[in-house]
């Protein structure tokens, strides 16, 4: 499987910021990366798809404006929530896709606390 | 649109128990199905997968089986140990960009 990392593992910030969470692949050229919320007591909710190079699709109910998603590279995709709430306290996860069709390597997940 | 339950949302048992872990899913159509396990924090580890033509995968005290047309999937964990204590998770997947989780089942294994 491919190695994935996630920075930061956890933050805390203050409603009405924005943060910035990094998933990167370490050892595979990924063009399709994958982003998941887990809210607690909750399954994981994939969020949007991130392809390299193009513009994410997000899933229904899921405010584009509000989670950005950047895949600039094949090793390197990030999800800024601008303008967080409290209500996005969450747990968030990425993926990459692997190289078998229906494969996903999942990173630690990033906890974010909006205070 | 897929749903996946899992039962018992949560089980303790003590240590040398063998167990089993529940996972129904309301569409047939899918591509495979796996077992994550997830600690405390922490992102998910794959287990097994099973693909839809599979009956069932084995990994060390693991067993996984898939009865797709029921929409069951059960997860059989031998001679239980305190490190096996952590949430389970099935997914199911039916496309490229589709998998569809269940709520977990947290175990916890008594010394």
């Known amino acids: 499987g491919a190695v994935v990392s996630q920075h930061p593992s956890w933050v805390i910030c203050k409603s009405g910021t924005s943060v910035k969470i990094e998933c990167r692949s370490l050892?595979?050229?990924?063009?399709?990366m994958f982003w998941y919320r887990q809210f607690p007591k909750q399954s994981l909710m994939l969020m949007a798809t991130s392809n390299e190079g193009s513009k994410a699709t997000y899933e229904q109910g899921v405010e584009k404006d509000k989670f950005l998603i950047n895949h600039a590279s094949l090793t390197l995709s990030t999800l800024t929530v601008t303008s967080a709430h409290p209500e996005d306290s969450s747990f968030y996860i990425c993926?990459?896709?692997?190289?078998?069709?229906?494969?996903?390597?999942f990173g630690p997940g990033t906890r974010l606390t909006v205070t | 649109k897929q749903e996946v339950t899992q039962i018992p949302a949560a089980l303790s048992v003590p240590e040398g128990e063998n167990l089993v872990l529940n996972c129904s899913f309301t569409d047939s159509a899918i591509y495979n199905l796996q077992w994550f396990r997830q600690d405390p924090g922490k992102g998910l580890t794959s287990l097994l997968l099973?693909?839809?033509?599979?009956r069932e995968q084995t990994s060390g005290r693991l067993n996984a089986s898939l009865d797709k047309s029921s929409g069951r999937s059960t997860l059989y964990i031998a001679a239980s140990q305190p490190g096996d204590s952590a949430t389970y998770l099935c997914a199911v997947q039916t496309g490229a960009n589709n998998l569809f989780f269940g709520t977990g089942t947290r175990l916890t294994v008594i010394p």
């Open positions: 993926s990459l896709g692997g190289r078998g069709r229906y494969e996903q390597y």
């Open positions: 099973i693909q839809s033509s599979q």
């Open positions: 050892d595979f050229q990924a063009t399709t």
